[in-house]
């Protein structure tokens, strides 16, 4: 009998060791399945990307094989005759993303100068949390205000004075003649400027803190004055990470798509002065792709986005290049 | 280089007050603009914000968000596109964050230090800032152009696209702040891997994620250009998921543009609801950081 029980108790042993291996062996694949999972969605990531470039590739296939390497210096942007030419929008784009530079670089950098140096430290958040928020306004609302309020101001205001000085300088006074519009490159340039303003300065803030204070504590310990201390302390030490936020900035300032749109004038045609309407690379797909009818139109335009894709991917690489190495230093 | 930067620094010599004077003038004058190019920024926020009030508000009432898209000249709401929007949103969320999750729990998790990680970080920060009217194309040929037509399917395919970095990002970056002591711990007890990621670090980081996944609608809700050639716009009411839907962003673009009095003003009400929207959204996910950030 005590025998019995003996067998017994064994019995339930084994069986408790079956549903132990059992268990085991579930959490042992589950496991497995979870790594797989992650590693998939990660490698997914990659995939997307080639996915994008490859689609863009075999789209843009039959326009680059009609006009070759021709696309990229033609003037010609005729949809009657299938006659297609890409220097209107990248000279286009090229520029607008120039005239935003050229604005929001000095001043992203004294915003990030004012913020580390000369702000009160309880405003400092506010202040840099609202100029943050610049960047979050969606930039369908930049393009409607841009078309309706900004460009009607600058009509009125901005461009007949510029007309009237820098017009009549010779050299640079063809860049400034012509009726005011309101519309056109100018304006576009000025509203990117406005958009990407808090990525150059978000970004140089941060890079700005990460100045070591007992090299500022220094410079000014030997009587330098706060611009001194901005000028060759601060600024030499961040230069790779400024110019890897300015970098992220022109990227998001060549693709910019709606804002552009509303207030670059829509034509295909490169003129000498920054009043005269133009067009971008993006507010060219955006406005003419479901009109496109034949299919040598579609391809074009897809051309362009490849083209788009491959200068701002460029771009992009740099910046984060820029910014990986100055975060590795940081950390 | 603090010595280079330091020696190229002119210093009050001999040269006396003059040089002194010229010095503080200059500093003064770089201050001065400091101040200026911050307000200049912050003016531009007060001007579009207030502009967007000015021109908003009087079209602001209930029917806006009850009746449809009129036809031209005639008074209606933004019923049909508010909702395509929630309903693209929705389906590009539930697309975009599983992905984006599990991407980024692979490069925190598993393969902090592989190269694959690095490669696909570097990846997702392209994709992060890539002009959202290519992934728009992209979409196109590989969505619309197979099935012959426009839809909401599409369009949250390509809003998808977009949350993806967004999700991959703010999860790494949450992931790699959680102590090591939690993961050892979990190990102690004998829970596996997985369940340690899932049960004991994605609570950890719920804030985290939470904060990752409203920016990535605010992302989103905004954006036209992807929308334009993938879900199109509609005049009427629709909930399939296989037509083309309006949108609130595409709606606007369209309404703005028109002739028509009653449409550029229901533009510039879908404006104001749109960009207090995405405002909201976005100081929501940082007061959430930071709440998270003090506790």
Same mark, same amino acid.
């Given at each position: 009998m005590a025998d019995a029980a003996l067998q017994g108790g064994q019995f339930m042993t084994t069986v408790k060791a079956a549903t132990r291996a059992r268990v085991l062996d579930r959490l042992r694949l589950g496991d497995l399945v979870f790594r797989y999972l992650t590693r998939g969605a990660a490698i997914a990531v990659l995939v997307l990307l080639g996915g994008v470039i490859l689609s863009l590739l075999i789209g843009a296939l039959p326009a680059i094989r009609k006009f070759g390497f021709g696309f990229l210096i033609s003037q010609k942007w005729n949809p009657v005759t299938d006659e297609f030419g890409g220097l209107p929008a990248i000279y286009g784009t090229l520029v607008t993303s120039f005239i935003a530079m050229l604005i929001a670089m000095p001043v992203g950098l004294m915003i990030a100068f004012f913020l580390t140096e000369l702000c009160p430290t309880w405003l400092r958040r506010p202040i840099g949390i609202a100029i943050e928020l610049l960047a979050g306004i969606p930039s369908i609302i930049y393009g409607i205000w841009g078309l309706f309020t900004f460009a009607p101001f600058l009509q009125h205001t901005l461009q007949p004075f510029l007309i009237g000085t820098l017009g009549?300088?010779? *050299? #640079? &006074?063809a860049l400034f003649?012509?009726?005011?519009? *309101? #519309? &056109?490159m100018l304006t576009a340039g000025l509203i990117l400027a406005i958009m990407v303003l808090p990525f150059v300065s978000s970004i140089s803030r941060d890079v700005f803190e990460s100045v070591p204070i007992v090299l500022k504590e220094a410079a000014y310990g030997i009587g330098c004055t706060t611009w001194e201390v901005m000028r060759h302390v601060v600024l030499p030490h961040a230069r790779s990470g400024v110019i890897g936020g300015v970098m992220l900035a022109l990227g998001r300032a060549l693709g910019e798509t709606m804002a552009v749109t509303f207030v670059?004038?829509?034509?295909?045609s490169i003129s000498a002065s920054l009043f005269a309407p133009g067009t971008t690379i993006s507010a060219v797909i955006a406005n003419e792709f479901t009109e496109a009818v034949s299919p040598l139109y579609t391809s074009s335009l897809i051309t362009l986005g490849l083209i788009l894709f491959v200068i701002s991917f460029i771009v992009l690489a740099a910046a984060r290049y820029l910014l990986t190495r100055v975060q590795r230093r940081i950390g | 280089m603090s010595d280079a930067a330091l020696a190229s620094t002119t210093f009050p010599g001999g040269a006396g007050r003059g040089r002194y004077a010229a010095r503080r003038r200059r500093d003064i004058m770089a201050t001065g603009f400091a101040y200026a190019a911050t307000l200049f920024g912050l003016g531009w926020l007060v001007l579009i914000l207030g502009s967007l009030l000015w021109n908003g508000v009087s079209g602001l009432s209930l029917s806006v968000f009850t009746e449809m898209t009129p036809p031209p000249a005639a008074a209606g709401g933004l019923l049909n596109p508010i909702v395509g929007s929630l309903i693209m949103t929705v389906l590009a969320l539930v697309i975009g964050t599983p992905i984006g999750m599990l991407a980024g729990t692979y490069m925190a998790e598993?393969?902090?230090?592989?190269r694959l990680s690095s490669t696909v970080r570097f990846i997702n920060d392209i994709l992060l800032s890539a002009p959202s009217i290519v992934i728009g194309l992209f979409i196109y040929e590989v969505v619309v152009a197979p099935m012959g037509h426009f839809s909401a399917l599409a369009g949250g395919l390509a809003l998808a696209v977009l949350v993806i970095p967004v999700v991959v990002r703010t999860t790494e970056d949450m992931l790699v702040l959680v102590p090591n002591a939690l993961r050892e711990a979990a190990a102690s007890i004998g829970l596996p891997r997985s369940l340690t990621i899932t049960r004991i670090c994605y609570r950890a980081v719920r804030a985290g994620m939470m904060t990752g996944v409203l920016l990535a609608i605010a992302r989103i809700s905004g954006e036209t250009a992807p929308l334009l050639f993938t879900s199109l716009n509609n005049q009427f009411w629709n909930a399939s998921l296989n037509a083309p839907t309006a949108s609130l962003p595409v709606v606007i673009f369209l309404f703005a543009l028109s002739p028509y009095k009653e449409w550029q003003s229901l533009a510039w009400t879908g404006a104001l609801i749109l960009t207090l929207t995405v405002l909201g959204l976005s100081i929501a996910a940082r007061a959430l950081l930071a709440s998270k950030r003090d506790g």
């Open positions: 009549n300088v010779p *050299g #640079i &006074g003649a012509g009726p005011p519009f *309101g #519309i &056109g670059i004038g829509n034509a295909p | 598993y393969g902090r230090y592989e």
